[in-house]
């Protein structure tokens, strides 16, 4: 089982931007795909990004062309850069592997004011 530790969030207000991190244990990183899911109060966990152990991106339209997703492997550690920030984007994320796996990190709050 791998853990994740997310770091990165806050409060910024709409137009603005976070970058997130996301530190994972275990020596199987480099060949999990990875990816970024955040839940809204009241709603279900939506998936964000996703990338593959090869770098290759995939994003959910709600976010596309504002939310970079990226990885580097010798640090174990995933990313997620937001720009343009909506107060819909407003959510506890987390980051997991793709598919996910059973346990979850302690997730990280944005929160966008508009």
């Known amino acids: 089982q791998v853990q994740f530790v997310e770091s990165g969030g806050g409060l910024v207000q709409a137009g603005g931007s976070l970058r997130l991190s996301?530190?994972?244990?275990?020596?199987?990183?480099?060949?999990?795909a990875m990816a970024w899911y955040r839940q809204a109060p009241g709603k279900q966990r939506e998936l964000v990004a996703r990338i593959s152990s090869s770098g290759a991106t995939n994003y959910a339209y709600s976010v596309k062309g504002r939310f970079t997703i990226s990885r580097d492997n010798a640090k174990n550690t995933v990313y997620l850069q937001m720009n343009s920030l909506k107060p819909e984007d407003t959510a506890?994320?987390?980051?997991?592997?793709?598919?996910?796996?059973?346990?979850?990190?302690?997730?990280?709050?944005v929160t966008v004011s508009s």
């Open 22 to 32: 996301c530190v994972a244990s275990g020596r199987t990183f480099i060949f999990n």
């Open 92 to 109: 506890a994320y987390y980051c997991n592997t793709y598919p996910s796996q059973r346990d979850w990190g302690q997730g990280i709050q």
